[in-house]
């Protein structure tokens, strides 16, 4: 089939090579500018993996012209971060943007492989972990991007619903609230579909490595993303008719005093932060 905008052969839903990666490429620079995500003069430090959304976010970042740094952490989960953590520094070194790596072992004093048993709430633990350690060495920059997309944040939208969690609806979005001792958070790829960035990623010959970690699929996530994807095969346009509808009842952020945690001296909202509380119940 013919693109849309020229005679050129279909490499996507609707366009070409060339114009599809102009659609994207216009798309992810707009998200950016009607959110207000980044300015030139913001430091921005990307959360990467190495997996294909992070890497398109770093490349998009550091195409556009932004003064863009990387932080990857390495959860310890045997057979899978190896991989795409040695991707990602390869990808860094040939473009030249700096990049930290900080371990749960060195930090945590454990790898998530050590922590939990297989299945036992492992993306709980790893996640609390992560948010700590992202907020822990991004002080120094004015923001953190993520390669959330369009699926990741309507699967996040339908857990909160289904959990009956509407309260965390204003911790969602394109970019969080700015709050004492936290960098504020944005997500470059809010509108673009994993289809899409896959397509992208494919176009720009990125090949980045294509590996699941083991636990993914006990998680809840797991679940809700599969039922999602059944309703959007079966009624095309669910997944940004659940995020527009999202956006237009999302209230805004309220920013609220927050504490200090007793062991860490990390901002938290009660006495002992979430990291804290874990690590103990490990220990014990
Ligand atoms: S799927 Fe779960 S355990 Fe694996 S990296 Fe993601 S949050 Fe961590
Ligand atoms: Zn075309
Ligand atoms: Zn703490």
């Known amino acids: 089939m013919k693109c849309k905008l020229c005679e050129n052969k279909r490499v996507s839903q609707d366009y070409c090579k060339e114009h599809f990666l102009k659609y994207f490429e216009e798309k992810v620079e ?22 294909k959304d992070s890497i398109t976010v770093l490349y ?16 310890g989960i045997e057979g899978y971060r190896d991989h795409t953590l040695e991707f990602l ?7 030249k943007i700096p990049l930290k790596i900080k371990s749960y072992e060195k930090e945590v004093g454990k790898r998530l ?56 609806f204003s911790r969602q979005g394109p970019k969080t609230g700015q709050i004492e001792g936290f960098t504020q ?12 960035i896959m397509t992208y990623s494919f176009l720009k010959g990125f090949n980045t490595p294509f590996n699941e970690c083991p636990y993914a699929n006990q998680s809840f996530r797991a679940k809700v993303r599969d039922f999602v994807n ?44 979430k990291t804290c509380r874990i690590k103990q119940e490990i220990n014990a």
């Open 30 to 51: 707009k998200t950016i500018k009607e959110h207000e995500m980044l300015s030139k003069k913001d430091k921005v430090c990307v959360a990467a993996s190495g997996g």
């Open 60 to 75: 998009l970042l550091w195409k556009l012209g932004y003064n863009v740094s990387a932080l990857a952490i390495d959860e």
């Open 89 to 95: 520094s390869k990808f860094c070194k040939k473009h």
């Open 113 to 168: 492989d050590t922590t939990v048993p297989k299945g036992n709430h492992a993306c709980h633990i790893c996640g609390t972990f992560r948010r700590h350690l992202l907020n822990k060495y991004t002080q120094k920059y004015d923001k953190i991007a993520t390669g959330h997309n369009l699926d990741d944040e309507c699967q996040a939208v339908m857990m909160n619903l289904v959990k009956g969690q509407t309260k965390l």
């Open 185 to 196: 958070k944005i997500k470059p790829l809010y509108l673009m579909k994993e289809k899409e």
């Open 230 to 273: 059944k309703l959007e095969y079966e009624n095309p346009g669910t997944k940004e008719n659940i995020i527009n509808k999202y956006l237009d009842l999302r209230k805004p952020v309220k920013e609220k005093s927050i504490n200090k945690c007793q062991v860490c001296q990390s901002p938290c909202s009660s006495t002992i932060c």
